[in-house]
């Protein structure tokens, strides 16, 4: 029975709410063949060992946690900053609703150290177990993902190789259940900006083996997270990363206050504040001879850029659901809306799309490392999710854009992608800074090659290693302003070799062949003078629609 009143002019359940079914209450594995596909092929042998598993993970996500995504969003963190005596506490109050999923996901934690031994002794890559868990959670709630901390990993990596004995066994305590149970957050970012390390105000000053840190950082995300990376400045000018605990070595409170946290357009499940360091207690993660720090925490950062790209693709996944959902129910013009051929074109369009950015985090998180990889990917993923989710708030036309509905929260939430670890023009600068610096560019091509197989990709390729050459001999100031076009370009043939090479794993009677070829066609095929109008008409909307997702 319907818990709504039945209006008079109700004359049929055209609008009967139960009817208009999205993502919400599905299982987000089951239903998803493209992510069957990419696990039987990386798990191999343990795929039957970690189905199951990844069942039940499917309805967690698909349920629980995309049900209390919805209820965090809409009653988000609050600051207690004193306490009754008018003293600084700095605490942030996470809902209910965020204590309910974050207990149901560390209960089922594929990032666990013990899940990841079990993964291991069955032949089951834990790192693409671990790339699967993040793929579902991001599409419930990417600001979870944040809040358990993307930079865990960063964390506990420095602090093995730099932290005094004593710090290094608080921080194995703090992430004895995996990286995500730490809640780590990253504080680079002031007033001046993220990004121009030249202009950082921070300052570090020593203190028998630790650093007393004083500065301001202006938009800190998981800022009741355990424990901080920090950038400071050294007396001398260098600039270099800080571990920072919530409290001192002595157990005391730690100089960290909490000024207010952010009200932002999205991810409002993750607390983003203003953080103040008044004498801090630190502790340097370089060694004294490391110049900057920074190289070290750059490669850990390429790690976070991956994870945020993963949350472009799962915003992406998520929001082509729900418009395929609404699309199959509406009705326009007699009939449903899925059943119009500009629907079908939209929807064939975004499977592509979501497939092909799929396959880039994928081979990012669990193939072979590419410098230049977490670049290209977070480049195109985190696009794509803002993209994706502005198409089916088309899809649902007026709807969409009404909050009670999902797929708001989905373009609120997808917007900052682009932002964290580094906007657009940060991830081509540092795809200059591969290939000037570390000839990046040539294992990357070469690999290029080995994946792609039809005449258009591998032609793609050489053309690829052309424009490389071209920009190389470009003057400072025209290279930097044609980076985009170059790294768009990468984008392009990476995705397409990386679905050839994913039709080559014949998992799926040729269909994945179909996407390969119609990504090709769509970013690197010459259209011709009238644009493809005149190319033979074509209708693979069933055949990929079938091979996206089981509703």
């Known amino acids: 029975m ?6 008079p002019f109700d004359g049929s359940d055209r609008y009967a709410t139960e009817r208009y079914q999205g993502a919400v209450g599905r299982n987000w594995w089951t239903g998803d063949p493209t992510l069957q596909l990419l696990m039987r092929r990386y798990l191999g042998d343990g795929y039957a060992w970690a189905a199951p598993h990844l069942e039940r993970l499917g309805a967690l996500m698909g349920g629980l946690v995309a049900t209390c995504a919805e209820e965090t969003d809409r009653n988000p963190p609050r600051l207690e900053r004193y306490d009754r005596w008018g003293r600084d506490v700095s605490q942030v109050v996470m809902p209910p609703s965020f204590e309910t999923a974050r207990r149901a996901l560390m209960a089922d934690n594929f990032t666990s150290p013990g899940f990841v031994a079990d993964a291991v002794a069955h032949g089951a890559d834990p790192r693409a177990l671990g790339a699967a868990w993040t793929y579902l959670l991001d599409q419930a709630d990417i600001g979870m993902g944040c809040a358990l901390g993307t930079g865990g990993d960063m964390v506990v990596g420095l602090a093995e190789k730099h932290a005094p ?7 194995r305590t703090i992430f004895a259940n995996g990286f995500y149970s730490g809640e780590a957050a990253q504080m680079f970012t002031e007033r001046t900006g ?10 570090a000053v020593p203190s028998g083996d630790a650093w007393l840190l004083t500065g301001f950082k202006w938009f800190a995300s998981n800022a009741n997270g355990s424990a901080f990376v920090v950038l400071a400045r050294l007396p001398e000018g260098d600039v270099k990363p800080f571990l920072v605990l919530w409290e001192r070595r002595d157990g005391s409170r730690n100089g960290v206050r909490i000024r207010r946290l952010k009200d932002k357009l999205g991810t409002r499940s993750v607390a ?7 004498s801090a207690e630190a502790f340097l993660l370089a060694g004294e001879s490391s110049g900057s720090g920074l ?16 949350m472009g693709v799962g915003v992406a996944r998520r929001s082509l659901v729900e418009a395929v959902c609404y699309a199959r129910t509406r009705e326009a013009f007699g009939k449903p809306l899925i059943g119009q051929p500009l629907m079908r074109r939209k929807l064939a369009e975004l499977i592509v799309e979501v497939e092909a950015a799929q396959a ?7 193939g072979p490392k590419l410098r230049l990889a977490p670049a290209l990917i977070k480049l195109r993923a985190a696009r794509l999710g803002v993209t994706a989710a502005s198409d089916a708030i088309e899809v649902h036309g007026g709807n969409g854009y009404i909050e009670q509905w999902p797929v708001a929260r989905l373009l609120r939430d997808a917007q900052v992608n682009p932002i964290w670890e580094g906007g657009d023009n940060i991830l081509c600068l540092d795809v200059r800074r591969a290939m000037l610096r570390e000839q990046a560019h040539v294992p990357f091509l070469e690999r290029l090659r080995e994946l792609a197989t039809s005449e258009l990709v591998l032609g793609s390729v050489d053309a690829l290693e052309k424009a490389v050459a071209a920009w190389q001999a470009l003057d400072p100031v025209t290279a930097e302003a044609r980076l985009y076009p170059l790294a768009q370009f990468m984008a392009d043939v990476y995705a397409a070799a990386l679905l050839e090479d994913q039709a080559r794993w014949g998992l799926d009677d040729g269909r994945k062949g179909l996407v390969a070829r119609l990504y090709a066609e769509a970013h690197l095929a010459e259209r011709g003078p009238l644009r493809g109008l005149d190319a033979p008409a ?10 996206a997702m089981l509703i």
């Open 272 to 278: 983003s504040a203003e953080v103040e360091f008044a």
């Open 194 to 203: 993220g990004s121009d390390l030249a202009a950082l105000e921070t300052a």
């Open 360 to 366: 880039m985090v994928f081979d990012g998180l669990a």
């Open 2 to 7: 319907a818990d709504y009143l039945i209006e």
């Open 295 to 310: 190289g070290t925490m750059m490669k850990l950062t390429n790690a976070s850029r991956l994870g945020v790209a993963m």
């Open 165 to 171: 004995a004593d710090i290094l066994e608080r921080v």
């Open 538 to 547: 074509e209708d693979h909307f069933d055949v990929l629609l079938a091979g």
